[in-house]
């Protein structure tokens, strides 16, 4: 491949080969006290260490803590869509774009295994799709 995706934001996020099944979160985690951070931070949060910070990837799975379904999209999205936010076994929260349903409330449910992926999320200025990160129920069919 080598053709890189374009990305919603930079930092947030690798995609090896620019393969979005190889993706994932860049987080930071302190050695001092072993905080994880996302997005990565240079300073820890917890012990507000500034050295032996280091840049690890995150799990790509998690549990559903809250998810809403708007109605009303910005430019760009298309409305209904559904947000979350998934807690990560490092003990990190993510707010994402929840795919992979239907934009619906008993499609979800609090406490369910979810699995990140990487896909356009919506498009820039010139109509191209730009690829973010989202969460999708974990172990049904993507398509
Ligand atoms: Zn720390």
Known sequence: MGNQPKK???GLFELPDGDLDKGYLLGSKCAHCGMVSFPKRKICPSCLADDGIE????SKRGKLFSFSINQMAPEGFK????MGKVDLPEQVRIFAVI???????DALSIGMDMEMAFEPV??????EPLVGYT?????????
Do not use: Q, S
Request: glycine share 12%; net charge positive; charged share 25%.
């Open 55 to 58: 840049e690890i990837p995150l």
């Open 79 to 82: 409305a209904p869509y559904v």
């Open 122 to 127: 919506y498009r820039g200025k010139n109509g």
């Open 99 to 105: 795919t992979g349903c239907p934009p619906e409330e």
């Open 135 to 143: 969460f999708r129920p974990a172990g049904r069919a993507t398509k």
């Open 8 to 10: 919603t934001a930079e």
